[in-house]
């Protein structure tokens, strides 16, 4: 079954950290382009971080430095290491590859003030 599981999700207090976690299945992950993107209430989902095959990341300026994407090909899972977080952060986090147009359940991550 293909399908992406995303975990790690949870309340934290600003300045605080998480690790989000998505384990893949039913394809070859290895050679998949992954991505983690959010949405938050009221705004469109946006893309926080994507990772090639090669291990090539990018980031948008609203999460660079504070936000990096890895992954694990051997385990088959891709990682969000989450850290200064602030309230803005607050938002639904979902795992996608986008050669498959798959997306996961999502994560609930909200950041208190």
């Known amino acids: 079954q293909v399908q992406l599981v995303e975990s790690g999700g949870g309340l934290v207090q600003a300045g605080g950290s998480l690790r989000l976690s998505c384990a893949a299945s039913g394809f070859i992950f290895s050679r998949n382009f992954m991505a983690w993107y959010r949405q938050a209430p009221g705004k469109q989902r946006e893309l926080v971080a994507s990772?090639?095959?090669?291990?090539?990341?990018n980031y948008p300026d609203s999460v660079k430095g504070r936000f990096t994407i890895s992954r694990d090909n051997a385990k088959n899972t891709v990682y969000l290491q989450m850290n200064s977080l602030n309230p803005e952060d607050t938002a639904v986090y979902y795992c996608?590859?986008?050669?498959?147009?798959?997306w996961g359940q999502g994560t609930q991550v909200t950041v208190s003030s």
């Open positions: 990772i090639t095959g090669a291990g090539n990341t």
């Open positions: 996608y590859v986008p050669g498959r147009t798959l």
